[in-house]
């Protein structure tokens, strides 16, 4: 079987060829994002493999079809930026790693709460700059505080049980309340009353039409002053635009951000040589109680080897003709925020 991997970095490769010596398949990789401008790199390939600011849309996936690419390994659980309803239409297959390492996302989500409240990472520049003054390094403790989390399955429910762990009053949202996490103290509340109480509020749900841009001019109005907000599931949950205003009201106290609404630009890439356009993005990285990482929830040993593991198990049961699993299909289709 010939796979060609899309925005793959140095990472993936190790992590690929180190699993593939159990499939023997022939991996090529490309830095590349799949668009509709690279198809042409996967002619003569029997699978491509993607990742989450690939652009898999209506275009793309034409492409795909017109060069008999029959299958789209996703190496990842999101999959809100693939149009399911064209895939299906064309008859071409759609799976990804559901769960590779929900631990790994949901301690970088309690790794990013810690940090804004206690400073560490402007701590971590004063000492090494020799300043060790503790002015305005004040946090605060954890134990009883109220976190609310937004979408309570794999990496949230963990995110509750860790934060459990604390003594946090932990109140959430779910379409699907978990009945395990009630008898934790977990309280299911209605979003507007859920937005109203919480001092930290921590999004794990999937980008839907939904939950796009849950956080907002209207939302962030209903929240207590000094807010703390967190997001390590998709940008486009949270309003980039409005949190500028609400820092600069003081609304939100701290912004802890894996993801970024238009990270697809940015993220992955070392752009360190060069200038940045985005406005939004610059403007977010001025302020002291920002904390942005670059979509590096997933990125542990365990969920690398879980990713490039069950992505060559999902291709291999295709090139074995055997029943697929982990597949996407369009009655899962959310909306995609690219446009295609
Ligand atoms: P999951 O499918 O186990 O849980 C998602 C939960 O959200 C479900 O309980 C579902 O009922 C709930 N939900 C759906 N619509 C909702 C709505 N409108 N309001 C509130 N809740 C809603 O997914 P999992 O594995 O916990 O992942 C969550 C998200 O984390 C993914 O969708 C993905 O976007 C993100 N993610 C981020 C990673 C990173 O590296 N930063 C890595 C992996 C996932």
Do not use: W
Request: charged share 20%.
């Amino acid at each position: 079987m010939k796979i060609t991997m899309f925005s793959s970095q140095c990472y993936d490769k190790k992590y690929f060829l180190d699993a593939n010596q159990n499939f023997g398949y022939q991996l090529t990789f490309h830095e590349a994002r799949l668009e509709p401008a690279t198809v042409e790199l996967a002619r003569g390939a029997d699978a491509v493999c993607a990742f989450v600011n690939d652009d898999i849309g209506e275009v793309t996936i034409e492409a795909l079809k017109a060069i008999d690419v029959p299958i789209i390994a996703l190496r990842c659980a999101g999959y809100n930026n693939v149009d399911l309803r064209v895939a299906d239409k064309l008859g071409i297959h759609v799976v990804r790693v559901p769960s590779y390492s929900p631990y790994a996302v949901a301690e970088h989500t309690v790794a990013l709460m810690l940090s804004l409240n206690r400073k560490i990472h402007r701590a971590y520049s004063r000492v090494r700059d020799g300043n060790f003054s503790l002015q305005g390094l004040t946090g605060f403790d954890m134990h009883g505080k109220i976190v609310g989390v937004i979408g309570t399955g794999r990496i949230g429910s963990i995110v509750l049980n860790i934060l459990k762990g604390f003594g946090c009053k932990l109140f959430a949202f779910d379409t699907q309340p978990d009945e395990a996490l009630k008898n934790i103290g977990v309280k299911y509340l209605p979003m507007s009353e859920l937005l109203q109480q919480v001092d930290i509020i921590s999004f794990h749900c999937p980008l839907t039409p939904e939950t796009f841009h849950l956080i907002n001019d209207d939302s962030l109005e209903m929240m207590k002053d000094g807010v703390m907000i967190i997001n390590t599931s998709r940008g486009a949950i949270v309003d980039a635009g409005s949190t500028i205003e609400g820092l600069k009201s003081g609304k939100i106290g701290y912004l802890g951000l894996d993801v970024y609404e238009q990270e697809g630009d940015l993220f992955f890439h070392d752009l360190s040589d060069t200038i940045i356009r985005d406005d939004v993005f610059e403007r977010l990285l001025t302020f002291p109680n920002v904390l942005i990482t670059g979509h590096q929830g997933f990125f542990t040993e365990e969920a690398l080897v879980n990713i490039a593991v069950t992505t060559l198990e999902n291709l291999s049961r295709y090139a074995l003709a055997k029943p697929l699993i982990n597949t996407l299909h369009s009655q899962q289709a959310i909306r995609s925020t690219r446009k295609n």
